[in-house]
Each structure stands twice: as structure tokens, then as C-alpha cells.
């Protein structure tokens, strides 16, 4: 079982080895970088080069550990009880009302499968400490039936964070770690032509030297990062935009066209104006 990149995603070396080194310590690999550096896909990449089921696990902030292994589904069983003639089995039988969540369907799959706990970040503080012991020993315990769930084959996790809140130490000894570092421009342009094989080599040189001039402006609140290139890219090619538009004669930074899909807040599009007015007026 070894990870070595796939046709739709471009994984750099030190990529391809984190994924590998995690799926031989058996641990978590747990995933951080900007948003839209391709966190999210390479689970979906590695459990498709892999040949696994790939089972996802969307967290929001109102999500509780709980969710993932089961949930006791009270009301229905109450309503079904009121409803239901006396010689109903179903009703006393409380196994009928358990929900299985994303773990316990992973860990009793008949395959092995993968596992993506998506931006853990999200969650409440609590959240990885209470799924430390269902993620190391891979059992839990559901405690209204006193049954031992245990993970038939051991699934490959990914887990992935924007960063929004330090994960406890604890929780991060677990895991194997890897961030995805930001790609420089030789990797964004193996990813570009993963995207848009038939790319005109001018227009995307252009393209790139825009758009590594709009993300190296200090001072931004929000950096435009691969998948807002791509959308870009898109745009440049359905609107039919010239390669003019896209170079300034004087090789001085000019506002690109559509860069509503690079920029996404007032405050970095007048920084980006201001600094081209400087730079055409020599200040
Ligand atoms: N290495 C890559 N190879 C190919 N495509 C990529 C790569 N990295 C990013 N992309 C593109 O960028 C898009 C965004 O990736 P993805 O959703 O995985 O990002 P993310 O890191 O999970 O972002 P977020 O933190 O916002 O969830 C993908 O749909 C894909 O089109
Ligand atoms: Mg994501």
C-alpha cells in the first residue's frame, strides 16, 4: 500500500512520503495548510489510488465526537412505543434506535476503508480529546446495548485543519503531521495542467506572474491560493481574455482582469489599486 500521487492531484515528494509514513505508523495523518491547497483532496486522491471506500466527516462547530461513533435516537423510539400494540418487539429492542455514525460504519466495513475528518478546527476544544482512545485503540464502547464496537480493519484517517484553534498535545502525538505548503510556481504549474491540460504557455506564464504579484503584496487579509487561481483561470479562458490585458508594458504590477476571483474583500482590492497608483506615478 504505497501513495504515489495520482492523475488528477499533483503530490509533491514530501507529500507523498507524509502520506506513506502515516499509513505505516497506522496514525492519523493530520493535514494543515491554507485553504484550498488541496487538504480535503488528497483523501479523496489517496483513498482512490489506494482502492478504498473513502468515508468523509464534514465537521462544523456544533458537531460533538459523539456524532461519529453513534447516536441513541430517543424521540423516535418513544413516539414509535406510543404508537406501536403492545406485542411490538421492535420498540423494546433498543439496537433498533441506535444510529451508527461515520466511525462505526468505517471501523466494521467489510473493505478497509479511509477515513477524512474534515477541518477538525472547527469543532469545540473538546472535540479531539474525545475521540483520542476511539482513534488510537480504534474500539469504543456503546454503552446502551454494552457492546464493544471494534474496528475490523484499521481505516487510514486523514484529518485536516485550517488552523482555527491549536489541537491539544495529546491529540497531536497521535497523528502523523504534514503541512502542504504553499506550491511555488513550477508545482502550481503541474497542478494548472492537471486542470487545464491544453493551456496556452504564455497565457499561464502571465497568469502566474499576476497572480504570485497579487499574493506577494504585504499586507493582504485574505491571499489568493490555488483553487482561487483556477477559478481565475476559468474565467480568463471562458471570457476569452488576451494576454495583453495580462501584461503591462512597462513590466510594473497592474489590477488584473476579473480580480473579483483572486480577491475577495474591499480593503485588499484598494491596497492592490493603491500600490499600482504608486508605482505609476513613481512614488
Ligand atoms: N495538488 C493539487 N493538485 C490538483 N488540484 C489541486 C491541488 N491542490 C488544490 N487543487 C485544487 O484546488 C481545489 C481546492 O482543494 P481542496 O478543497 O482540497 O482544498 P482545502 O485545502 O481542503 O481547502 P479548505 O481548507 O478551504 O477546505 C481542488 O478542488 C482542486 O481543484
Ligand atoms: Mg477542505
Redo the contacts with the bound molecule.
Keep these: 500500500m504505497k501513495f504515489q500521487g495520482s492523475d488528477?492531484?499533483?503530490?509533491t515528494p514530501d507529500l507523498m512520503l507524509a502520506v506513506n509514513a502515516a499509513i505505516t505508523l497506522k496514525r492519523p495523518l493530520l493535514v494543515k495548510?491554507?485553504?484550498?491547497?488541496?487538504?480535503?483532496?488528497?483523501a479523496e486522491q489517496v483513498a482512490q489510488a489506494l482502492g478504498m471506500p473513502l468515508m468523509q466527516w464534514h465537521i462544523k462547530s456544533t458537531t460533538k465526537a459523539q456524532q461519529g461513533l453513534y447516536e441513541y435516537d430517543a424521540v423516535s423510539r418513544l413516539r414509535d412505543s406510543q404508537l406501536a400494540g403492545k406485542g411490538d418487539e421492535s420498540v423494546k429492542d433498543i439496537r433498533n434506535y441506535i444510529v451508527k455514525g461515520v466511525l462505526w460504519q468505517a471501523f466494521t466495513a467489510e473493505q478497509p476503508v479511509a477515513l477524512l475528518i474534515?477541518?477538525i478546527d472547527k469543532a469545540d476544544i473538546e472535540f479531539p480529546n474525545d475521540l483520542l482512545r476511539e482513534l488510537d485503540r480504534m474500539e469504543f464502547h456503546v454503552y446502551e446495548t454494552r457492546e464493544l464496537v471494534k474496528a475490523v480493519h484499521r481505516p487510514v484517517v486523514f484529518i485536516?485543519s485550517?488552523n482555527e484553534k491549536e489541537l491539544p498535545d495529546a491529540f497531536l502525538r497521535r497523528c502523523f503531521f504534514h503541512y502542504?505548503k504553499f506550491?511555488d510556481a513550477e508545482?502550481m504549474r503541474a497542478?494548472v495542467d492537471?486542470?487545464f491540460p491544453g493551456l496556452k504557455k504564455e497565457l499561464l506564464a502571465a497568469a502566474l506572474k499576476n497572480f504570485y504579484d497579487v499574493r506577494n503584496l504585504p499586507g493582504l487579509k485574505k491571499k489568493p491560493?490555488?483553487?482561487e487561481l483556477?477559478d481565475w483561470l476559468k474565467l480568463l479562458v471562458a471570457e476569452d481574455i488576451p494576454i495583453e490585458a495580462l501584461q503591462s508594458k512597462d513590466d510594473k504590477v497592474a489590477v488584473p482582469p476579473l480580480v473579483g476571483a483572486l480577491l475577495k474583500n474591499e480593503q485588499d482590492v484598494t491596497l492592490f489599486e493603491k500600490l499600482v497608483f504608486m508605482q505609476r506615478h513613481n512614488r
Design positions: 488528477a492531484y499533483v503530490a495548510g491554507e485553504p484550498g491547497t488541496g487538504k480535503t483532496m488528497l474534515d477541518e485536516t485550517n502542504i506550491p508545482t497542478i492537471v486542470h491560493s490555488t483553487s483556477l
